[in-house]
């Protein structure tokens, strides 16, 4: 299978400052990467798909300007939430998508904005 | 991709077995069926697919009726580790798509 990590795993910040974070495929090399986000006790939302290499494409009513995302290489993508407020809270998660019918998914990184 | 409708929840008893139903009775002739669970605060992963035929692996079996329209996951002994929301997908994709997910059913489990 593919191993994916996060990090960090949960991160408390105050509203107005930005957070990073960085999802890793370790075993295999990525040219995609979805994001979702998931609110308490509803379903994971995909929020964008980001591309090794060139620009993130973004689902709609998700704002590109606050949710940025580099894909600068193959192991590594980055989500940066963009001077966080409370609403932005929850529980984000990455995936490569779909190799041999499976889909793997990051372990999840639960932000919690102040 | 085609619906699926699921239960909001469901209990068990502690090593019984578990029966999840989803229906998709809009599926198509190439769309896979995939079960997934989530635990608590992680991400989901993958649980059992099949097209047609019932498949079995070591998590669990995925019961597929003649005519598509449904579906079972059975969990054949449940433990308290099962205790998560399973969702039931459908896709026809090929390789690095990303999977749709609905509300899911929540299995609560008791010792």
């Known amino acids: 299978g593919a191993v994916v990590s996060q990090h960090p795993s949960r991160v408390i910040c105050k509203s107005g400052t930005s957070v990073k974070i960085e999802c890793r495929s370790l075993d295999f090399q990525a040219t995609t990467m979805f994001w979702y986000r998931q609110f308490p006790k509803q379903s994971l939302m995909l929020m964008a798909t980001s591309n090794e290499g060139s620009k993130a494409t973004y689902e709609q009513g998700v704002e590109k300007d606050k949710f940025l995302i580099n894909h600068a290489s193959l192991t590594l993508s980055t989500l940066t939430v963009t001077s966080a407020h409370p609403e932005d809270s929850s529980f984000y998660i990455c995936?490569?998508?779909?190799?041999?019918?499976?889909?793997?998914f990051g372990p999840g990184t639960r932000l919690t904005v102040l | 991709d085609a619906k699926t409708t699921q239960p909001n929840s469901m209990e068990s008893n502690e090593e019984e077995p578990v029966h999840l139903p989803c229906n998709h009775s809009?599926?198509?002739?190439?769309?896979?069926i995939h079960w997934y669970r989530q635990l608590p605060s992680q991400g989901p992963e993958y649980v059992i697919h099949?097209?047609?035929s019932n498949v079995n692996n070591r998590m669990a079996s995925l019961a597929i009726a003649e005519d598509r329209k449904s579906s079972t996951l059975i969990l054949h002994r449940a433990t308290l580790r099962d205790a998560a929301v399973y969702y039931c997908i459908l896709y026809n994709g090929g390789s690095q798509g990303n999977l749709i997910f609905g509300k899911g059913t929540k299995l609560s489990v008791k010792p």
């Open positions: 995936s490569p998508g779909l190799l041999y019918n499976e889909q793997f």
């Open positions: 809009t599926i198509s002739g190439t769309d896979y």
């Open positions: 099949g097209l047609t």
